[in-house]
């Protein structure tokens, strides 16, 4: 470990930060800090008397970590556990961002998804966010993650970043979480240290100047772009940082981080463009780097035209039982019931030729014969009524559940009903009398044979 630690020490991190080597090394040998952020939409108070990080609202800090996979409201999307490091996010995006405007944001590099359901977070329900993964196999987590967190501003895409480069002045804000080396997160994967080489960290620079490259004119003039690795490598933090700022026409921008959060500020070595490290012996978190630059070049945020709206929006009366139509539309897609915020309508077609969405909207269910066979995205978004016919079920209940299998609602009423937790939503059941059919989703379901009910 020393020698690799110590390469990196030598050749990685800037020699004007003054960091000690001793701290350095030593904290590689503590265990890894647990935190977790809040779901403002769906709120739970088990985490209030812990302390908080204090560059974003809605984090925690945990003292130990449980067992998160047989905690209910984890499953519900209540939380989300997220590294307290690249919860800066939120910070650097309060400064420079007014989320009171109708947005459309890009999560380029979006799985598993922390980013993509912060920035969620932050959004009205009019904005748009681009949740994107190139990896095909990575796309699953992240719908997972997103569908929990139930919020109706946030499609997924799995495209390559030169196609969302075609998408000509789109996006108000696009983050960029580059795949990097991963040498800040040492402590947190065991043996990759031994792993790390200084090959991957070229082969990372490269990767990480072509997603720059292809996608950036899919930013609009005055659009934000976010850099961050999860990396101490002074190749993909500041020699980057001076890299857009050579390659495109951008403005580097300075964040009024507190000096007690103990965030070193450092200055690219050719433009001086600013850079936020992140240290795991100097702060409470992993190692992180994030810049922050706005676009000078290219034109206005282009909104598409609205085509085919009146072929694309369906006439669904029994969805107005679910959820509060309002400033929703309903589209049938291949007989699937989608429910999309009618400001969102215009990128449905605009989109749909250009990138490869995964996700749109919130899916209702199916329709049958009137009757609507109601989806799990359903259960989680945040905008079903609080009226539906519900039962909340035990915490042995509810793993039962969350494992997909039998439970008994005998003083429940018969149809469809909501399971919950805590009066949170965990998902669908359909209540026989004498059975229960459990349509919790094969593939979320809980496997561990470890967790059971006591």
């Given at each position: 470990m020393?020698?690799t630690?110590?390469?990196i020490f030598?050749?990685s991190?800037p020699?004007?930060?003054?960091i000690s080597?001793?701290e350095f090394?030593d904290?590689q040998?503590t265990?890894?800090?647990?935190?977790?952020r809040?779901?403002?939409?769906k709120?739970?108070?088990?985490?209030?008397?812990?302390q908080?990080?204090?560059w974003?609202?809605?984090g925690?800090?945990?003292?130990?970590?449980?067992?998160?996979?047989?905690d209910?409201?984890?499953h519900?999307?209540?939380y989300y556990v997220q590294e307290?490091?690249?919860?800066?996010?939120?910070?650097?995006?309060?400064?420079?961002?007014?989320?009171?405007?109708?947005?459309?944001?890009?999560?380029?590099?979006?799985?598993?998804?922390?980013?993509t359901?912060?920035?969620?977070?932050?959004?009205?329900?009019?904005?748009?966010l681009?949740?994107?993964?190139?990896?095909a196999?990575?796309?699953?987590i992240?719908?997972?993650?997103?569908?929990?967190?139930?919020?109706?501003?946030?499609?997924?895409?799995?495209?390559?970043?030169?196609?969302?480069?075609?998408?000509?002045?789109?996006?108000?804000?696009m983050?960029?979480d580059?795949?990097?080396?991963?040498?800040?997160?040492?402590?947190?994967i065991?043996?990759?240290l031994d792993?790390?080489?200084?090959?991957?960290?070229?082969?990372?620079?490269?990767?990480?100047?072509?997603?720059?490259?292809?996608?950036?004119?899919?930013?609009?003039q005055?659009g934000?772009?976010?850099y961050?690795t999860c990396?101490?490598?002074?190749?993909e933090?500041?020699?980057?940082v001076?890299?857009?700022?050579?390659?495109?026409?951008v403005a580097?921008?300075?964040?009024?981080i507190d000096?007690?959060?103990?965030?070193?500020?450092t200055?690219?070595?050719?433009h001086?463009?600013?850079?936020?490290r992140?240290?795991?012996?100097?702060?409470?978190?992993?190692?992180?780097?994030l810049?922050?630059?706005?676009?000078?070049d290219?034109?206005l945020?282009?909104?598409?035209y609205?085509?085919?709206?009146?072929?694309?929006v369906?006439?669904?009366?029994?969805?107005?039982?679910?959820?509060?139509?309002?400033g929703?539309?309903a589209?049938?897609q291949?007989?699937?019931?989608?429910?999309m915020?009618?400001?969102?309508?215009?990128?449905?077609?605009?989109?749909t030729?250009?990138?490869?969405?995964i996700k749109?909207?919130?899916?209702?269910g199916?329709?049958i014969?009137?009757?609507l066979?109601?989806?799990?995205?359903?259960?989680?978004?945040?905008?079903?009524?609080?009226?539906?016919?519900?039962?909340?079920l035990?915490?042995?209940?509810?793993?039962?559940?969350l494992?997909?299998?039998?439970?008994?609602l005998?003083?429940?009423?018969?149809?469809?009903?909501?399971?919950?937790?805590?009066?949170?939503?965990?998902?669908?059941?359909?209540?026989?009398?004498?059975?229960?059919?459990?349509y919790?989703?094969?593939?979320?379901r809980?496997?561990s044979k470890?967790?059971l009910?006591?």
């Amino acid at each position: 470990m020393s020698n690799t630690l110590n390469y990196i020490f030598e050749h990685s991190i800037p020699k004007n930060l003054a960091i000690s080597w001793e701290e350095f090394h030593d904290v590689q040998h503590t265990e890894p800090i647990t935190s977790v952020r809040i779901n403002p939409l769906k709120p739970t108070a088990q985490y209030n008397n812990e302390q908080k990080v204090p560059w974003c609202e809605h984090g925690f800090y945990l003292k130990n970590r449980p067992n998160f996979t047989a905690d209910p409201l984890l499953h519900a999307g209540a939380y989300y556990v997220q590294e307290a490091s690249s919860m800066f996010l939120a910070f650097a995006l309060k400064q420079l961002v007014d989320f009171n405007k109708q947005l459309t944001a890009l999560d380029l590099c979006a799985a598993p998804g922390g980013k993509t359901t912060l920035l969620s977070s932050l959004l009205n329900e009019e904005s748009l966010l681009i949740a994107n993964e190139v990896i095909a196999t990575r796309v699953n987590i992240l719908n997972e993650n997103v569908t929990k967190w139930g919020n109706m501003n946030t499609w997924i895409s799995n495209s390559d970043a030169l196609h969302f480069g075609k998408l000509l002045n789109h996006f108000d804000l696009m983050i960029v979480d580059a795949p990097c080396s991963g040498s800040g997160l040492f402590r947190r994967i065991p043996g990759y240290l031994d792993e790390w080489t200084q090959d991957n960290v070229n082969l990372c620079v490269q990767r990480q100047k072509r997603i720059l490259h292809d996608s950036y004119n899919c930013l609009a003039q005055d659009g934000i772009l976010i850099y961050m690795t999860c990396s101490f490598s002074q190749e993909e933090n500041e020699e980057m940082v001076d890299y857009v700022l050579e390659n495109f026409d951008v403005a580097s921008c300075a964040l009024p981080i507190d000096e007690k959060w103990n965030i070193v500020e450092t200055e690219s070595e050719k433009h001086n463009g600013k850079g936020y490290r992140f240290f795991p012996h100097k702060v409470k978190g992993e190692g992180f780097f994030l810049a922050c630059f706005k676009k000078n070049d290219g034109s206005l945020k282009d909104i598409p035209y609205e085509k085919n709206k009146n072929k694309l929006v369906i006439e669904s009366a029994v969805l107005t039982n679910y959820v509060d139509m309002n400033g929703l539309v309903a589209i049938n897609q291949n007989s699937n019931i989608l429910l999309m915020q009618e400001a969102h309508l215009p990128y449905y077609s605009a989109l749909t030729t250009q990138i490869k969405l995964i996700k749109k909207g919130i899916l209702a269910g199916q329709l049958i014969r009137n009757e609507l066979i109601p989806d799990h995205e359903l259960a989680m978004c945040s905008k079903i009524k609080k009226e539906i016919k519900s039962a909340e079920l035990t915490i042995n209940e509810a793993i039962l559940y969350l494992k997909k299998e039998n439970i008994t609602l005998s003083d429940s009423p018969k149809g469809w009903l909501l399971v919950q937790y805590q009066q949170r939503n965990l998902g669908w059941v359909k209540n026989l009398g004498n059975r229960v059919n459990n349509y919790y989703p094969s593939n979320y379901r809980i496997l561990s044979k470890n967790i059971l009910p006591s």
